[in-house]
């Protein structure tokens, strides 16, 4: 995501380091620097030419101020900037006074529509709603089956054409979903539309007669990040055609150059409310413009990593292993140790975790080369040893190393290499219990 727009500008920046002042040349460098950084990200024009003109502008008074050296200032100045382009504020839903609050999804077909209906249900559900989807795509011939089959993996209902249901006639489903979800008390409706290949008067015409019969709180337009520029000529097509109200990104994960993410909020007037960065349902969030600014320029963002840690760890759990490392709950031992990768690991691939940590951007090599399952090994060689074993690591002697190295087809020596691990973490742990300890955070095999 953004890896050499991110890159670019990181490294112009860089080059501004330990200036104490700032001379006009060096603005105009590191300016001429993020122009070609954001045009070969794919920014739109008009937006590189506002964003250089403004970074350039407040550059030039940076020197006056405050407790920020004039680097410094110039990469606040930046980000900041980045948060204005992105949108500023997170713009989150707008729920209905009476609900069910009605959310309708427009697009291109292949935008990722389908599969963001059912991520979109999901985190309704989380956040403590009742969603039900509705598959008004009779277009693609596989749309509502797509749908059904995501709405089951999300365990959201589905509401599609059948007799009765307004079979052939989009309109009609989509308004007898609405009306099922008042009857049946579900507090929000998604209703998924067709998309075309391209932008044509029919696709449009049906998206603005399924508006009109639903009345939507909102209306997302859902938009590939990897289109680049066409993107941006799409988002105009359907603000004419159809309006809306907010902006989806998918497929962030992709090679993305980023400049839809970057461009379609300041020539369209519309945020960016979620993105999706993968095909697994919960490859979603809620698009935070301050964290993307951060994540561009590879100062991390902590607040996510938090988030999905809150998410992915019991409290109860945390608790007890805070206890342990404390020296309170007895001692710390392999099944605690294996039981605190499975968290980690619920929190999604190490890669992705990791990446968010701030200056992380110089490894992403590494990350994207790190072998996931080494972890699976760990478990292997974990989940081979005997409860006893697992409880007092210590009487693990030869023999026994043999044993469960066979048992998790492994060579003898990873077997060596987790359990003299395992000791040397278990020492880390208690030394720095004494000062305060690091509750619920997992040794990370190495
Ligand atoms: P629709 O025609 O707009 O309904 O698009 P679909 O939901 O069928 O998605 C088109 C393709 O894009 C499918 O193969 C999806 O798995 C894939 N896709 C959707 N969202 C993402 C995403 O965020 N990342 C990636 N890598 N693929 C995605």
Not at 143 to 167: C, D, F, M, S, T
Not at 230 to 245: C, I, M, P, R
Not at 360 to 378: T, W
């Amino acid at each position: 995501m953004f890896a050499t727009l991110s890159d670019r500008l990181t490294a112009s920046l860089k080059n501004l380091r330990g200036k104490g002042r700032l001379s006009e040349a060096d603005i105009d460098a590191t300016a001429r620097e993020i122009r070609i950084a954001l045009l070969e990200a794919d920014v739109a024009l008009p937006v590189v030419k506002q964003f250089v003109a403004a970074v350039k502008e407040r550059a030039r008074g940076a020197e006056v101020s405050g407790a920020l050296n004039p680097a410094q200032q110039v990469v606040k100045i930046v980000h900041e900037e980045l948060v204005t382009i992105l949108g500023g504020e997170t713009r989150r839903v707008r729920m209905a006074k009476q609900p069910p609050t009605v959310i309708m999804l427009a697009g291109l077909q292949g935008a990722g529509k389908t599969t963001l209906a059912a991520k979109l249900a999901l985190w309704f559900k989380e956040q403590g709603n009742s969603p039900l989807l509705v598959a008004a795509d009779l277009q693609r011939p596989n749309a509502v089956n797509q749908l059904q089959v995501n709405g089951e993996r999300a365990g959201v209902k589905v509401w599609a054409p059948e007799p009765g249901n307004g079979v052939g006639d989009p309109v009609a489903v989509a308004r007898g979903g609405v009306e099922e979800a008042r009857r049946t008390l579900h507090d929000v409706v998604i209703v998924d539309t067709a998309g075309r290949l391209g932008v044509d008067a029919d696709l449009m015409q049906q998206a603005a007669d399924i508006r009109d019969a639903v009345d939507p709180d909102e209306v997302l337009f859902v938009v590939d990040a990897m289109i680049g520029q066409d993107a941006v000529n799409t988002a105009q097509a359907f603000l004419d055609g159809v309006g809306f109200d907010g902006v989806v990104l998918t497929k962030l994960d992709g090679d993305a150059r980023g400049g839809a993410a970057l461009s379609i909020r300041s020539i369209t007037g519309r945020p960016i409310m979620f993105a999706s960065a993968g095909e697994k349902l919960t490859d979603f969030d809620t698009f935070h413009p301050d964290r993307m600014a951060s994540r561009i320029l590879d100062m991390g963002d902590v607040l996510t990593l938090i988030e999905q840690a809150e998410k992915a760890f019991d409290a109860e759990q945390a608790a007890k292993a805070a206890a342990k490392l404390t020296g309170q709950g007895g001692e710390f031992t392999l099944d605690d140790f294996l039981e605190q990768m499975l968290q980690l690991r619920k929190m999604g691939s190490l890669t992705k975790i990791m990446g968010m940590l701030p200056g992380m951007g110089q490894f992403r090599d590494q990350l994207a080369n790190f072998d996931e399952r080494e972890i699976d090994r760990v478990q292997a060689i974990i989940r081979s040893m005997t409860p006893a074993e697992r409880n007092d690591p210590k009487m693990i002697d030869g023999s026994r190393r043999a044993r469960i190295a066979r048992g998790s087809g492994v060579h003898v020596s990873e077997v060596n290499n987790l359990v003299e691990r395992f000791f040397e973490a278990r020492k880390m742990m208690k030394s720095l219990a004494g000062g305060g300890g690091i509750p619920g955070m997992p040794g990370i095999p190495g």
